[in-house]
């Protein structure tokens, strides 16, 4: 991978690559745990990454082979009282709520653990790769606290509200297969880390090979089915498609097809 390390984060590494950027999670000595500062971080470089005009997809993973992110860091919140508590799930909120709200497609690439707010992460992701050495889970309940970045929320849409009710509830984690049967996670790859990210990558390849604004477009469509009647979403979809009709790319695209050529995609 051409690395190219655009801005300097004391928790996380980003890196450039082409049309792709990567978010590494680095705090592996805690497991990649989440502390307030992390998810400033995070919420700061995807901003900055939906912002630059040269990156199309984002994969974010975790450092080292044991974690993906093994939740909110537990030594951050053991003595925060009720505010505090409350300004500590924004931060993982308003983290989840500008991965949604981007128009690039962001993929987890979860290897290790992916627990508590880790899972959430995940989950705020707009889809998952695993290994099949990743664990996921809501152990929360073990502490005796709840998920509070997300993770009832976009469990309960993910996988149903009586599979999101027995993770939150027992707090044991699930493997990757099991993930993967549950639809938590969309494929699970076998050979590690290094195999998984060479899977994500290829695939993020792809996307970033498509119309720009149509893929943003895509993806403000299909999150905004979650939250619309089926009526009303149809016409939302017919609105966006019409909205492509507006892009140079849209014309290239179909040329190139009737020309049997590659289309050369601008982003407008
Ligand atoms: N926060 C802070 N530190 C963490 C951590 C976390 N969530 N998870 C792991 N660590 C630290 C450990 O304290 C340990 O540090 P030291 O070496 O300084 O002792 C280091 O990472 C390595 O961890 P372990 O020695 O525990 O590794 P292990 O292989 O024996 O166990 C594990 C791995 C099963 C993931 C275990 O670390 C664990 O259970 N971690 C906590 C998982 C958890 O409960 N996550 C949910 C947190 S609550 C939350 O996320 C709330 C929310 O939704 C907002």
Redesign the pocket.
């Known amino acids: 991978m051409r690395e190219e390390v655009s801005v300097s984060y004391q928790n996380l590494i980003v890196e450039k690559s082409g049309s792709r950027a990567e978010v590494t999670v680095n705090r592996p000595?805690?497991?990649n745990?989440?502390?307030g500062q992390t998810m400033e971080e995070l919420t700061a470089a995807f901003r900055a990454l939906d912002a630059d005009p040269d990156v199309r997809v984002v994969i974010v993973t975790g450092a080292g082979d044991?974690?993906f992110v093994?939740?909110?860091?537990?030594?951050?919140?053991a003595d925060l009282g009720v505010t505090e508590a409350r300004a500590?799930?924004r931060l993982?909120y308003t983290l989840g709520l500008t991965l949604a709200g981007m128009k690039k497609i962001v993929i987890a690439a979860v290897h290790g653990?992916a627990?508590?707010?880790?899972?959430?992460l995940a989950l705020a992701c707009d889809f998952i790769y695993a290994s099949d050495k990743a664990?996921f889970?809501?152990?929360?309940v073990?502490?005796a606290?709840?998920?509070?970045?997300g993770?009832t929320q976009r469990l309960a849409r993910r996988v149903g509200a009586a599979r999101a009710l027995e993770l939150v509830t027992v707090g044991e984690?699930i493997s990757a297969e099991e993930a993967l049967r549950i639809g938590l996670c969309n494929r699970v790859v076998a050979g590690g880390r290094d195999a998984l990210l060479e899977e994500v990558r290829k695939v993020a390849g792809q996307i970033a090979e498509r119309g720009p604004v149509a893929v943003a477009l895509a993806k403000q469509a299909v999150r905004e089915s979650l939250e619309l009647s089926l009526d009303a979403g149809c016409r939302y979809e017919g609105d966006l498609f019409a909205q492509c009709f507006a892009t140079a790319d849209q014309k290239e695209g179909m040329r190139a097809f009737l020309e049997k050529r590659p289309a050369r995609f601008q982003g407008r």
Do not use: H, R, T, Y
Request: charged share 15%; hydrophobic share 45%; glycine share 20%.
């Open positions: 000595q805690a497991l745990a989440l502390n044991k974690a093994a939740g909110a860091d537990i030594s951050a919140m500590f799930a993982g653990f627990l508590g707010g880790g899972c959430e664990k889970g809501q152990p929360e073990k502490l606290v709840i998920p509070g970045f993770g984690p």
